[in-house]
């Protein structure tokens, strides 16, 4: 059995790696072979365990998932836990790594993912709102996938943005990124008028940008926050402006209010819903990418995605002798 | 974060520890000072991973299983998995150790527990009927807790028992005891004939003993295999001979057939059934002993067990420097 720190997990793939990962993921959710169960919650009070078993015909993966609500007050995440990769012929453990790293990898890579589809090629300027560990992860991928040379950072509640921006450059010239320009807005309308692409990583009640069709056109949007049913990040204007809302799964029009509110309100309509599975096939089999100038991905996440990223770490890692072994 | 190995937990704790952390799982359960969810079941074809999770004031715990059904024609065990503890106040992971492992120790603890209330002070044979791993470590926890000389062994499908005699004889050893002569016996009526103390650890759809009061009187039984609600162990000569039915948790009337069945058939009343949780508090009170002259426990199990006894290996291995530490 194989143990994997964070610092492990980043030492043994590349950020294509997990990107490519992403898209197996969706090729594997197309095909059907796969059984993803519900996630199971445990709780006592306010706080939160939560099982996401996920069986492909290659491997079994459960994430296992703390949410402790008064963990941000003690100075630690909010969201920890683990990621178990289980044999899928015997059922035996073969691999344990850090669950939130892998969470925070994944999901800047179904990002990534959606902007390799869905942004202009020439796309240089990103603006994130939401600066945590998701916005963070989301960007790295984002500088990766597009010639990015200016970010625009916006946070609702942290007033010094200086550790985050410390953290960025870091975690950017690791990847040999050292000349983007990185600059903070006094507000999403400023953030809007200068970033091409605009990623939204918050726990927002409300949109977080101006219901402004005229600032808004011509953006590509990617929502990866507030997934609860009476959230949402993204005004009704994305909506109008938008040709197909692109996300990962059928129920995500019920889980997350940036699709289930503009569909209950007529803003949206079920038929331009789509899958981003099927524009990324489509893609591949040569029709053009998305050609309307506003675009959007919502993003739910699922388990498939932790699965087969947690997978190719760990192919990654034993080809490179990288992590602990267990003796189990 | 500290991952223990099935050796490394062996070395970090005595019988009579775990023992005592059955004790204490049953006096945490007595005072409802905790929370055990249902266990979660994630199944794909015939294959089955469990997640069983349990909230203490002090800990976290939550067992992950998978049992596979074809594992034994390749010569892998059945049932494999891992225990994990989590901080009860950040829900940060602190220890991975063997699954299956522990699930051996603490069922023959829990057994080992039911002989220290039930079984006659001066009993010096034992007898056991499924000769598995279980089994095997039903017999260690008997021989701790009793003056055991001998043990009688009986299995309807492994013709062979050396292997089983020589893990046996070697396990007892490394716990001091050699002088203990084991014997195999030709069916189970010549097993009851020579044991006082007489254990089932099968997955028996029918009665392992024959249904014949004279054989059976002044035997303490302990049954912890087939916990279905339509396999049992037991005859229904025991329920005729015992005056109270001890188990651990009011759903074994339910899931298990050995109380399921006599319940419904009238052989076995309901108040007949009692807790041995309330037992052993009366016990430790001054309240003599159960003086009936025979004496049945029937095991299911709970989750509880399970996270109290991880979490005294954790302390007992931290407190030794055992095991190996992992940097998150």
């Known amino acids: 059995m194989l143990f994997l720190s964070e610092q492990e997990m980043w030492q043994s793939v590349t950020l294509e790696d997990v990107m ?39 491997v079994i993966g459960t994430k296992m998932l703390s949410e402790f609500p008064d963990n941000p007050s ?4 909010y969201l920890n836990g683990l990621m178990i ?3 899928a012929k015997t059922g035996l453990p073969k691999a344990i790594m850090n669950g939130s790293a892998l969470t925070a990898m994944r999901t800047g890579a179904v990002g990534g993912v959606a902007l390799r589809y869905l942004a202009p090629e020439d796309a240089a300027s990103v603006g994130l709102v939401g600066c945590g560990m998701q916005g963070l992860h989301q960007l790295l991928y984002a500088c990766e996938v597009r010639p990015i040379t200016d970010i625009y950072l916006y946070d609702a509640y942290a007033k010094d943005l200086s ?18 320009q990185i600059h903070t807005c006094a507000d999403t309308r400023e953030l809007a008028e200068h970033s091409r692409v605009l990623i939204s990583a918050t726990q927002a009640v409300d949109p977080v940008y101006p219901d402004d069709e005229e600032l808004l056109r011509g953006k590509c949007f990617v929502a990866i926050g507030s997934w609860r049913p009476e959230r949402r990040e993204l005004p009704d204007a994305v909506w109008k402006l938008v040709k197909n809302a ?19 309100k007529g803003v949206l309509t079920q038929e331009r819903v789509h899958f981003i599975e099927d524009l990324i096939e489509d893609t591949k089999q040569g029709h053009p990418h998305e050609q309307n100038e506003t675009r959007c991905f919502k993003s739910v996440g699922m388990g498939l995605f932790d699965v087969r990223t947690a997978q190719l770490i760990y192919e990654k890692a034993l080809d490179k002798g990288i992590g602990q072994k267990l003796n189990f």
Chains 1, 2 share one sequence.
């Open 246 to 264: 692109y996300t990962e799964l059928p129920y995500a029009c019920e889980e997350s209010g940036d699709l289930k509110i503009p569909l209950e």
């Open 74 to 77: 003690l100075g630690i995440p």
């Open 163 to 180: 550790g985050f921006i410390e953290r960025l450059l870091a975690r950017l010239a690791s990847f040999g990124k050292n000349a983007i």
């Open 20 to 58: 490519d990962a992403i898209e197996d993921a969706y090729a594997i959710h197309k095909s059907g072979n796969y059984k993803m169960p519900d996630r199971f919650i445990a709780q006592r009070d306010k706080n939160m365990m939560l099982y996401m078993p996920c069986f492909l015909d290659s």
């Open 85 to 87: 990769l289980n044999n």
